[in-house]
């Protein structure tokens, strides 16, 4: 990644996804069951595309895709593409941040309803790190994790060790960021796409997305849990 020189804040943000390649059995695998490996990795490849699509329609300076795999057919141009370095996801999002300066704001591939609009305060010149706005941006999501975090200026150390993928990882790691004297902003809470029950209450929240079409290309819910 071309790490550049520091930025100015008016000069817009950098904007980070960091996704897994949709594979089937390697994505999603808490949808399986009800859906087959197949079908999770679908809903997953429609997730990742809805946000690559709403970032491109966010004012960022850069648009860096950090990513577990390989590129398809689902990227559309106007992303640099970046491989995920080895470790635990705090390592691998530190290591993101590390390699950006200036503002910049990470979201990952599980909230397809995300939009512009959710995002603007984040990607408003001057912010996040006016001298009279704020240092961080946190997205909290529904399941106790985190869906965005930005930061004015990047410092992976305020990633690392933050226990990862638990009920209080987002509380953890806001309290690491107003720790270190940071002062925070809080975007809306969102719904991770985790389970099956979320996939349907994500779609309902944006249903003219490719995640919607997707799962509604797919026997409904019900039917499956009746049917086991």
């Known amino acids: 990644m071309d790490t550049g020189s520091r930025a100015a804040h008016g000069n817009g943000t950098t904007l980070l996804i960091i996704a897994k390649e949709p594979v089937p059995g390697r994505v999603k695998t808490r949808l399986t069951p009800p859906y087959t490996?197949?079908?999770?990795?679908a809903l997953a490849e429609a997730s990742l595309a809805d946000t690559l699509h709403a970032a491109l329609a966010m004012p960022a300076r850069r648009r860096v895709l950090v990513?577990?795999?390989?590129?398809?057919?689902?990227?559309?141009p106007g992303f640099e593409v970046v491989g995920q370095c080895d470790g635990g996801l705090d390592e691998r999002l530190a290591a993101a941040f590390a390699a950006c300066r200036g503002a910049t704001l990470l979201i990952g591939m599980?909230?397809?309803?995300?939009t512009p609009?959710?995002?603007?305060?984040?990607?408003?010149?001057?912010?996040?790190?006016?001298?009279?706005?704020?240092d961080?941006?946190?997205?909290?999501?529904?399941?106790?994790?985190f869906w965005a975090l930005g930061l004015a200026e990047p410092?992976?150390?305020?990633?690392?060790?933050?226990p990862m993928s638990t009920a209080t990882t987002g509380a953890a790691q806001r309290r690491r960021l107003t720790d270190a004297g940071l002062r925070v902003r809080d975007l809306p809470m969102l719904?991770?796409?985790?389970?099956?029950?979320?996939?349907?209450?994500?779609?309902?929240?944006?249903?003219?997305?490719?995640?919607?079409?997707?799962?509604?290309?797919?026997?409904?819910?019900s039917s499956r849990t009746t049917a086991r």
């Open 155 to 162: 410092d992976p150390e305020l990633l690392r060790g933050v």
């Open 136 to 145: 961080a941006w946190f997205g909290p999501a529904a399941d106790g994790g």
């Open 110 to 114: 599980d909230t397809p309803q995300v």
């Open 191 to 221: 719904r991770d796409v985790d389970t099956a029950e979320d996939a349907v209450r994500v779609a309902a929240d944006a249903p003219g997305g490719r995640f919607a079409r997707t799962l509604a290309q797919l026997s409904p819910l």
């Open 37 to 41: 490996p197949a079908e999770a990795a």
């Open 117 to 134: 609009a959710l995002l603007a305060p984040a990607l408003s010149p001057g912010s996040p790190g006016s001298p009279h706005d704020c």
């Open 67 to 76: 990513l577990d795999g390989r590129p398809g057919p689902w990227l559309p």
